[in-house]
C-alpha cells in the first residue's frame, strides 16, 4: 500500500466491516496505515440499544483499527417493507444522498484519508442500506478527491460459496438466482488482496460480533460455521478479499475544498 496512509473503510451496519473487508483491514494497520471505520447506521433496534456496537468496537480493536465513527442513522432492515423512522433518527435508506456524503466528506478531510473503502453498485447482495453506502461514498469521492475501492466479490465465487453452504445443508435465507447479478463479474476487479496472514485476526473479530453469531438472523449459521472453522481453513476461505477501483468524476465540490496531503498526519 506504499507509504503510510490514512484509510477509511465505510460500511452500513456494525457487522459489516469484518467479511468483506476485515483481512484488508487488519494488513493495512499491521503496515502502520492508520485505519478509521465508519458505519452508517448505529446498531439499535428501534429505540432501544443492542449489543451490536461494542461487538464492533471489539472487534475493531482486534483488527487494529485507530477509530470508529457512527455517521447517524437508523438500519433500514432488510426486506419488502421499509418501516417507518424510529424516534430522533432516520433510516439511512431515506437518508438524502447529498447530506449523508457530505457528512462523509467532512470525516475524511478531518482525517485527511488517502483511501476510500465502499461497496459496489448492486451493494454486494442488494440489501438497501449497501446500495446506499455505495451512493453515499461515490459522491463523497467526488466531493473530496479520495481515491475510492469498493468491497466486492467475484460473482463466481459468490455462488460457489453459497452452493457448498446449500450443499451442507446449512440454513441460508438467500435467492441463489439473485446471486447470478449480485457483487461483481471477475473483470470488474481491479485489486486481490491475499490476507491469508491475517486469518486468525480476522476470524476473532468475526467472532466478537456473539449477538449476530448466536443470533437467528439469516446468515447466522454461517457465521457460526466461519467461526468454528480450523484457523487454516478459515484461511482457505476468507483469506482473500477483491476491491473493484473507482475514479472519481469532475473535480472537488467549491465548498469542501481538497484538503492538503502534507504535513503530520493523526496518529
Known amino acids: 500500500m506504499g507509504p503510510v496512509t490514512t484509510i477509511v473503510a465505510f460500511h452500513a451496519h456494525a457487522d459489516d466491516p469484518v467479511l ?10 499491521a503496515d502502520g496505515h492508520r485505519v478509521v471505520v465508519v458505519v452508517a447506521t448505529d446498531g439499535m433496534a428501534a429505540e432501544h440499544p443492542t449489543p ?7 472487534a475493531a480493536a482486534i483488527l487494529g483499527v ?22 430522533g433518527r432516520q433510516r439511512f435508506a431515506r437518508a438524502d444522498t447529498e447530506e449523508a456524503a457530505h457528512r462523509l466528506a467532512a470525516l475524511l478531510q478531518e482525517e485527511r484519508a488517502d483511501l476510500l473503502l465502499g461497496y459496489d453498485a448492486g451493494g454486494g447482495y442488494g440489501h438497501r442500506d449497501h446500495v446506499k453506502v455505495h451512493e453515499v461514498a461515490r459522491r463523497a469521492a467526488r466531493l473530496t478527491g479520495t481515491r475510492l475501492l469498493e468491497a ?3 460473482r463466481d465465487f459468490a455462488l460457489r460459496f453459497v452452493r457448498v453452504v446449500r450443499a451442507l445443508r446449512i440454513p441460508f435465507e438467500y435467492d441463489v438466482d439473485a446471486l447470478e447479478h449480485a457483487y461483481s463479474p471477475a473483470s470488474a476487479i481491479t485489486h486481490r488482496f491475499d490476507v491469508r496472514r491475517f486469518a486468525a485476526r480476522k476470524q476473532a473479530a468475526l467472532a466478537a460480533h456473539v449477538s449476530d453469531v448466536r443470533g437467528r438472523g439469516r446468515l447466522s449459521a454461517v457465521l457460526r460455521l466461519l467461526v468454528w472453522l480450523p484457523a487454516p481453513l478459515f484461511g482457505l476461505v476468507a483469506g482473500r478479499e477483491w476491491y473493484a477501483e473507482v475514479t472519481p468524476a469532475g473535480s472537488a465540490h467549491p465548498g469542501l475544498p481538497v484538503p492538503a496531503r502534507s504535513g503530520r498526519r493523526r496518529r
Open 20 to 29: 468483506l473487508s476485515g483481512g484488508t483491514l487488519a494488513r493495512a494497520a
Open 52 to 58: 451490536r456496537w461494542a461487538e464492533l468496537e471489539a
Open 66 to 87: 485507530r477509530r470508529v465513527v457512527h455517521l447517524g442513522y437508523a438500519d433500514s432492515g432488510h426486506g419488502p417493507q421499509l418501516y417507518a423512522d424510529p424516534p
Open 152 to 154: 466486492t466479490l467475484p
